[in-house]
């Protein structure tokens, strides 16, 4: 077996059993945990199909930037001696099902899609292509939805601050 | 003020006072009672206006408890030792100072600690250097510890 | 000599002799494992000398010696200290999460190893060169501040919670300030990969050549790093006279000092991009045109000039650690937010209309 | 969105956390349990008496001499002056004219140990606001003091010279070159102190507007010392009641109105000025003559009450003895000024963070032994 390989066992076997992990642990920490693991896990499958910059983007933003959120807010809100209560067998059952059936669909795809080898592997995605891509306004660029995308991200952080920012409770002094 | 200022000032409004001029202050008994109303006066009065409380605490003699204020004004430069006699010795009980002067609210606690007198309308009377369930008040003259004191 | 100048020589004559005798896939391996083995070296050395360096450091500026004591000069001190933290007890308080109290020492190491094994410390001598490089780093290194809260969270004591509060608060800040900073010379470079900026500098540093926003840059990126890595006057998460020692109160033995070395390698992680983004990296001292004088400068080793200017940038932070007193948090967030992100901002629009009309040397 | 507003899951809560007794800026064993919003001090509850040993009770049954050696262990940094003090109410109790030369050399000790004390201060204050350096600062320079003092008594810490009467023994030769020395050493060394901590930027910032004290709460709360006369509050008991050789030297009471940190800081290394000013205007003066009163072995006060206030390092140290006849007093109460002081410390913090109440209670200079007794 090629390294190549082995490697990618290794990194989808942490990935699944760590998603498995985030979504039954009872501690909620630990599910946020678990889930950078997995995440980390999928910018390691970024980095052995040399898409670097994908690569460090998923780490950036979710696990520096996502979990942390994440992690922050479980620390401003609960104790470490919370534990969350157990699903009702309804819920489980429900969640089991969309999911076996998520699975199965893709599955379905993945094993009846064609896939043909092509001799060109087309652009290279280096940093100064993504770059020119990204900015760009000709043919193919995406200067119109990264600004639309920032724009919305402004709005969310003016509410954000506009919810956190309440009338401050009277002085206790 | 000079001391018999200080005397006449205290004599009257509380006739019964007893001065005494002493080495350095002017030493003024008076009944605990009337300690709230006179310290209040002693403090927010122009010509006395003793605003510094410099010391606070209580001494057991044989028959009553006392409680010492010493007093000084920053504005005049004078200075007095109120004494105040608590006729209860076993249970005293005297009216607290600490809204007239903010210091005496630990030093109240410390000598409800020590001495066992009781601070009315104290806001937070616990006790301070003693663990809570001290037993005794360890100032007074007839405490006895046969563990933690070495006889003379 | 050649490979003291170009590594290049070196790994491919390892690669090529593990070539000989194994198969491809064990190749790969036994390259990794020999990497991986090398950064682990690495890592421990820093630890002991950086510990060491830093006891002398403040030892000269309090006008005492220091250790003097274990070996000539006290030079044994650290390793004496490494083998008491093994032997202490490893502690947990009664209520603390234990997973998670026993992961986030490591998480801190990984993201620091993974840090590490990008940089370029001369000619030939990195382990990963991606021409995402600057990226890959800030990206790894904002991983290490998940280990202080989690840190911080896990012990169960209220002091290690505002400590990794604060830590948190402190570190997503600063890395904003850190990357722009870097981004200010990356306009220059047109570049993101490490290899490729260093070689950028062979005519001069970056920080002589890009004229007045190159030093501001600088001067933000020494705050900023320094901030981001917890050290004095920022070591807020920590400030022993506030909150005993913050994140890692309850930390004992190995555990804590798996802290303590993350702090000092990240110390020489940061000081290494400095130094590789701002001062050359291991490019030696160059002045466009004078020939003679860049010879001479060449045969000083790259290793040499990299670990010399990351040297001189720890000795900065550690000058930094002993003269100031700490920051208190809200300032510590306005020095941020109100200072040093807006002039960042004024300086990269500064340098990108530099950059444009070529005016930079 | 006003149903979130006033969601009130989302308002903050009160949470308790204990300051104490083992912890790094409490300079000892003293238990602040705060109340905190956040990191913002609502409340600040001292809990005191880890060390309390009840000196008071033990006086009672102690003579006079031994009395003194007490004193030193409640504020051991201003050792000298509580032993001073315990010894002028003594004397002025038998009425005991005290000779030039002891009132002397008890105003250069004094003196001497005010600038020991404000040299530790500033090294603490330095490191508990993060600049470890200034600790080391702080007791290189203080170490020629307790060399001198060395010298002078044998011992380093608690330190006992005085005793009623005058003084144990008389000066060591060495006593006169050595404090000029150290004068000359510590002219050179105090603007240094400016250099590192008072002229730093981020010093200023953490002390300045920090911690604000009025000059009628000073005074309400009794609060004296350099703590109180930065808020404007003229107390220093060396001018308004001079004991031993104060009335005849030339020195300012340092005065300020800020009443913040910074204010507190200023008056502190301003005091070490004037207290070199002290020293060297008595260092080439001390007049010949004995180095101590004859007194009788066991002293009996007579029936009465006295009280003796000195200026420590701290603030006004008050003696009150009210003796019976006996050879032990019948009570003795020690006014420490740290124990005041601590009292306005819950007013000067709410509101403030926990990095600020570090600065203010480094202002404030406690010593625990001396609040606890």
Redesign the interface.
Known sequence: MATSAIIFYVVATIMIVFSLLAVTSRKILRAAVYLLFALAGTAGIYFMVDYYFLAAVQLIVYAGGIVVLIIFSILLTSHIEEKMEKPDSLKIILTAILGLGGTAVSLYVITNHLFTPQPTTGVEATMSTIGEKLLGYGAGGYVLPFEVISILLLAAMVGAIVVAKRNKPENHD | MDNEGIKKFILDRVPEAECVEGSQFLQVTIPSEKIFPLAGELKSNESTSFDFLFCLTAVDWPDHMQVVYHLKSTAHNHQLALKCKIASRENPEIETVCHIWRTAELHEREAYDLFGIKFLNHPDLRRLLLTDDWEGYPMRKDYDDPINMIEY | MNWLYDFNYLTRSIHESLAETFEPATVTIVEMALAGLCFMILFALLGLVLVYAERKVSAFFQQRLGPMRVGKWGTAQTLADVIKLLMKEPLINKNADRFLFNLAPYIIMIASFMAMASLPFAKGLQALDFDIGLLYISAVSSLGVIGILLAGWSSDNKYSLIGAMRSGAQIISYELSVGLSLLTIVVLTGSLQLSTIVESQANGWWIFKGHIPAVVAFIIFLIASTAETNRGPFDLAEAESELTAGFHTEYSGLKFAFFFLAEFANMFIVAAIGATVFLGGWMPFHIGGWEGFNNIMDYVPPLFWFFGKVSFLIFMMMWFRWTFPRLRIDQLLTLEWKYLLPVNLMNIVLMAFLSLMGWHF | ?EE??QDKD??SKE?F?NMGPQ???THGVLRLVLSLDG?II?KVEPH??FI?R?I??MCE?DVYNQIVHLTDRMDYLSCHINNEAVCLCVE?ALQLEIPDRIKVIRTIIGELTRLSSHQLWWGVM????????SF??GF?DREMITDIFEETCGARLTMNYNLPGGLMFDIHPNFQKRTKDFIAHFKKKLPEYDT??SN?V??R??TKGIGYLSKE?A??????GPTARASG???DVRK?HPYSGYDKVQFKEILDTEGDCYARYKCRIAEMWESMSIIEQLIDNIPEGPHKVPTKAVIKLPK????Q?VETARG?F?V?I?SEGQKSP??L?F?SPG??N???LD?MA??C????L?AIMSTLDLVIPDI?R
Request: charged share 25%; with cysteine; net charge positive.
């Open positions: 969105m979130v507003i989302l308002e949470y956390i912890h790094p800026s990191e609502r005191l008496g309390h009840s008071e009770k049954h002025q330095g490191m508990d606001l993060g600049a470890i350096t080391l600062y290189r590192l901590l730093n981020i010093f910032q953490r709460d005074i309400s709360y009794g609060v004296t509050f003229s107390c308004h009465g009450e006295w009280y206030k006004e008050g009150y009210i019948y009570r109460k006014r124990f005041s601590l009292s306005a007013h709410r509101g963070k926990i990095a600020d570090v606890d």
